[in-house]
């Protein structure tokens, strides 16, 4: 019996020491954090490093214009923010008015507002499948990840600004191609 | 504490307020002679001496005596004080305004900084706390209702619980139903009353958050003395008797902006003093009055502020600019420029850093610091040149910050504010007039038609079949006169309007945003373009016409079904309706038939090619206004040119096709 106890307290020795020599999991470059998210009755996810922040129900005033994927304006903290529908970004748009916002990193401020929050995941970065920048249509998304069984289109928030300063008229236009 | 540390705090305010009050009426004592005049400034210069000689600063006391000295032989005088004794006050109050600042800061200013770049001083600050405070007191004054209702509350509440004690206790009243029944009514009317008191609160404090934020802006009129002072010194100087004339003075702006156009009108006025006005015998000898004038005026349109100074001198001398311009080079080939583009040199052409031209034209460097200014502040200047008459210079600024009074109107489900200055009048719609209007794009307004555009109609696409508007709000805009139909009007409110932030293009009829009390954007909306919205509403017969409507239909125009269909999904995505044609010849037929915004046409097709395609729809009266994009694999410079020439409006390369650039252009073009 003595024995068997002085062999586990030398287990358990051996298992403590051990596990300072095992190197320091990389929380940040292992795992993606990501939002699953529902823009137009399709599946999507967003990298969470990628926005700024996450508002349910925001009030937004209509601002007419010419820009059907434009929703709006939201005030936040004294600062007026274009918001823009993902799914009419994304080529579906639909009747429903979109509950959630996400901030999108960058500048000059923009909202993107989708229907459905579905969660926050942590997923390996091996479950992301990753993409070229594709060319032609579907300029937003950028890989794929599989969450519960289904794949997702990811989002690239930087890819879906850049659409959203061109159709805003921010983009640069060669003098050639201009009349 | 502070008034001992510092027994000057408030001797400083009051006198720098009065070595204002004094030059101003000076000034104005210049212009108009007058034995009120006279008694004022006396008022003033008597305060002074007594509020100086309390904190012992004789040097301040003995100058406003000598002020006084000068001024009681003119006491209840109607004539004009000599130029000499003119001179003397205005050289007395400097000299108080100098020991004024140095009571200040007197280390800093030791320092040469020219009274003229001094920020112009906060005058009205005073009446805009008070306003302010009256707010505040109706705001609080608002809460008393609410304060009662607690007592009311309390009365029911005890009746309830006697009630309750009763049945429990079997001693039931009289009447049970009759009992609860008066405890529901009294309940109602309370729960009307707090509704009624928390919406008046609400009112309020939105006009106290307007106020406040109005507190940061300043009244332009606080450069007027210093513009006013700028002529009179630059006239002595001369010899020249010129008049100055202000206007616009309550327009308000933000002070640093204010601050920078003042610097820059300083050199614009005193350059229309020395160069613009005619020495007096030459203005009696053009018919002109001696006294020449000067006029400032300040105007708010839309988001910009617009500073004007017209002077009724001579104008530029336009030979000597030309001349210059030739000499350097400057001028357009072969063909005489037009007097405007001269006068545009001197803003743009990089003449008017030029001395030569300064000396001739005279007016070089006041409009290179104008121009910088301008340019600093995103704005623009110009000038308008009338030989003989004079020369106005102008310089148009946007205004970041606007504080205004608006009307609130709520149409077709949204709340927008109106900027007060441009309502005229609100009228309310019988219902027969007011299907008319919304039908015919007309209203009879004071025995005139007027333009008339449901606001809905402006704000929601989507308000087709909206009930008719039931108040005509009235405007004028660019001296023109517009009714907007609205739902109702919710009251006036102070606001803050700031421009629409990027990324968020508008129609033409909204101006800007404010932030509602509950911290959400308000839109602000521009006159200027429901005046030009309402006026192409009615020039339309039929209402369907929709100011921010859903663009019109774009028409495809390609023999291959891979790039029609890759480009009808790239545009149906961006929002636009799509139809297509597999060659030019079909293309045309449909074009007849529908109403098109657009045509995106291949340029190598069998039959008819994508050039003529463009070419023919230019000569075609029914389509000559519709733009069309050539989209090509072709991408030679020939190509590029022969699509400019036969009129495309813009021309893409298929190779390096691009959906961003595609639907840059289209939006563009399409609006």
């Given amino acids: 019996m003595t024995v068997s106890v002085a062999d586990r307290i030398a287990r358990l020795r051996l298992d403590f020491d051990r596990s300072f020599a095992e190197p320091v999991r990389r929380h940040d470059e292992e795992h993606v954090e990501l939002l699953a998210v529902h823009a137009g009755g399709r599946p999507y996810a967003l990298r969470l490093a990628q926005t700024a922040g996450l508002h349910p129900d925001r009030p937004v005033t209509p601002l007419p214009g010419p820009l059907a994927a434009l929703l709006g304006l939201a005030g936040f903290a004294g600062t007026v923010i274009p918001v823009y529908d993902l799914s009419a970004l994304l080529g579906h748009p639909g009747p429903d008015r979109p509950r959630w916002m996400v901030l999108a990193v960058g500048a000059p401020p923009l909202g993107l507002a989708f229907h459905e929050l579905d969660g926050h995941v942590r997923v390996e970065a091996e479950a992301i499948v990753d993409e070229e920048p594709a060319e032609g249509q579907r300029g937003c998304l950028r890989g794929m990840v599989r969450l519960d069984g289904a794949p997702r289109l990811i989002v690239d928030v930087p890819a879906t600004r850049a659409l959203v300063h061109a159709l805003a008229g921010h983009i640069q236009v060669t003098e050639e191609t201009r009349r | ?671």
């Fill in chain 2, 1 to 671: 504490m502070a008034e001992a540390r510092d027994p000057l705090r408030y001797f400083r305010i009051e006198a720098r307020e009065l070595v204002d009050q004094i030059s101003a009426a000076v000034l104005d004592l210049d212009q108009q002679p007058g034995p009120d005049l006279v008694a004022r400034l006396l008022r003033f210069a008597h305060t002074l001496k007594g509020a100086a000689r309390v904190v012992k600063q004789t040097e301040i006391a003995d100058r406003a005596h000598t002020i006084e000295e000068v001024l009681v032989p003119h006491r209840g005088n109607e004539t004009a004080l000599p130029t000499d004794d003119m001179r003397e006050l205005l050289r007395l109050n400097d000299e108080i305004a100098r020991f004024v600042r140095d009571l200040e800061s007197p280390a800093e200013n030791s320092a040469e900084t020219p009274a003229e770049d001094d920020e112009p001083a906060p005058r009205s600050v005073t009446a805009d706390l008070d306003e302010l405070l009256d707010a505040i007191g109706e705001a609080n004054a608002r809460i008393a209702p609410l304060r009662d209702g607690r007592r009311t509350l309390a009365r029911i509440h005890r009746g309830v619980e006697t009630l309750g004690e009763q049945l429990r206790s079997g001693r039931e009243p009289v009447d049970v139903r009759a009992t609860v029944q008066r405890l529901a009514s009294d309940l109602a009317g309370l729960g009307r009353r707090f509704t009624d008191a928390v919406d008046q609160v609400e009112r309020e404090l939105d006009e106290v958050r307007g106020r406040a934020e109005s507190l940061r802006l300043v009244a332009a009129g606080t450069i007027f003395t210093a513009l006013h002072r700028a002529v009179h010194d630059a006239a002595e100087a001369e010899g020249k008797h010129v008049r100055f004339v202000s206007g616009g003075a309550e327009t308000r702006m933000g002070p640093q902006l204010l601050n920078q156009v003042n610097g820059a009108f300083l050199h614009v006025v005193r350059n229309a003093v020395v160069h613009g006005i005619e020495p007096e015998e030459q203005r009696l000898a053009a018919g002109k009055p001696a006294e020449g004038t000067i006029t400032v005026q300040v105007e708010r349109r839309g988001r910009w502020a617009h500073f004007r100074c017209t002077d009724d001198g001579r104008g530029f001398d336009l030979a000597g600019l030309r001349r210059i311009a030739a000499a350097r080079g400057l001028l357009p080939a072969g063909r005489e420029p037009d007097p405007q583009e001269l006068i545009d040199l001197v803003l743009h052409g990089g003449v008017s850093t030029s001395g030569t031209v300064t000396e001739v034209a005279g007016r070089g460097i006041g409009m290179d610091v104008a121009r910088d200014v301008a340019v600093q502040l995103h704005g623009s200047v110009s000038i308008t040149n009338r030989p003989g008459q004079g020369a106005t210079v102008e310089i148009a600024v946007p205004l970041t910050l606007l504080s205004m009074n608006g009307l609130i109107m709520e149409a077709g489900g949204t709340v927008a504010t109106m900027p007060m200055d441009a309502v005229r009048r609100c009228v309310r719609l019988a219902l027969d007039d007011a299907a008319d209007a919304s039908a015919s794009g007309r209203l009879a307004y004071e025995g005139q038609v007027v333009p008339f555009l449901p606001l809905a109609r402006a704000l929601t696409p989507a308000a087709h079949g909206h009930a008719n508007p039931g108040v005509a709000v009235v405007l004028t805009a660019d001296e023109r006169t517009v009714a907007v139909g609205v739902d109702r009007l919710a009251g006036t409110t102070t606001l803050v309007a700031r421009p629409l932030p990027d990324l968020a293009p508008a129609a033409p009829v909204i101006g800007g945003v404010a932030i509602d009390l509950d911290g959400n954007p308000r839109l602000v909306l521009d006159p200027h373009g429901l005046v030009a919205a309402a006026r192409i509403n009615a020039g339309r017969s039929a209402p369907a016409s929709e100011l921010t409507a859903p663009p019109r239909p774009i028409l495809v125009v390609d023999d291959s079904l891979t790039t029609r269909m890759l480009e009808r999904s790239i545009l149906e995505s961006a929002g636009y309706e799509v139809d297509l044609a597999a060659s030019a010849e079909e293309a045309l037929e449909m074009a007849h038939a529908r109403d098109y915004g657009l045509f995106l046409t291949d340029i190598d097709m069998p039959g008819m090619d994508g050039f003529a395609f463009v070419s023919r729809a230019r000569d075609d009266p029914d389509l000559a206004a519709i733009p069309a994009i050539l989209v090509s694999s072709r991408s030679s410079a020939d190509d590029r040119r022969r699509g400019e020439d036969v009129g495309a409006a813009a021309y893409v390369v298929k190779g390096e096709f691009n959906q961003e650039e595609l639907l840059a252009h289209i939006r563009r073009l399409i609006l």
